[in-house]
């Protein structure tokens, strides 16, 4: 790891300012390396939690709650020296409260809409906004495999309106409506974060971002680390926690009926009629 500690005051400015930074050759490549080699030759039917943490064709898109392990992934996503710098761009200590490691696979990655990651937090109990994330990358990252794009300075603007969407597991999501980001992008641009194994993004609770689907041969592994300061602790976290994932649950049960229903009625239909009730018909030429 190289850090060199004169760009400190200049690196906390711009974090400040643009609510990101990245750090370059932050960890070493070869101990990165090693955690991703180590993550792909895992069986990784047993290391997701549910067909939830998994997409079509990936058996494990999502590898979480890796900070309480004892893995090569695990030491790296709780790297003391990390946190410490973190604690400097926040000015106030950190902890890691959350962690996972995201697989966006090659050819088939799913997207991750934009939001602020504080949608998934405010209503937990947190009392401010005063968390962030670092993003170590395992693999390459760049604009041809889906890299993360960024709306800089947004972290400034406090809480944006989202809009609740159904994944493609059929989980409760969130994502910032089209209109608002092109006004957003209008005033503050847009930047596509670019980097190389070892390096790690710090990036606000409160900054805009999202990535697209890789549909390219290069997969793109990250590990994520959630982090909090010190005396940010949430209130009655028990109470606000439940309360936050019963309304989720409540939006993806009430979508698993009606997506059931119109299923359960087309494929009757077809059941109850010998003429095709859906698709294209079949053409004269081809009628037995």
Partial sequence: MSINYDKENTDIRAFQQDGYLLVKNFFKQNDCTDASNWLKKQDHSKLAKSWTEKEPAVELAVYSVIHEGDTPISKIATNQTML???????????????????????????????????????????????????????????????ALHVIPGTHKIGFVEHEPFININGLSKYMIPPKTLTKLESSYGLKVIEAEIGDVLFFHTSLIHGSSHNISPKGRMIILSQLNTVGNEPRAVNQNARLFNLSRAEREMKEAERKYNWFKDKYEKQLNSEKLTFSAPIPKEEKN
Avoid at 93 to 103: G, H, L, M, R
Avoid at 104 to 133: F, I
């Fill in 84 to 146: 410490d710098y973190a604690s400097k761009l926040m000015g106030s200590e950190t902890y890691i409260w959350a962690s996972k490691v995201n697989v966006k696979a090659a050819w088939c990655g799913t997207a991750e809409y934009y939001h602020q990651d504080l949608v998934y937090w405010k209503d937990r109990g947190y009392p401010k906004n005063e968390m962030l994330s670092a993003m170590i990358f395992l693999e390459p990252h760049n604009i041809n495999n889906a």
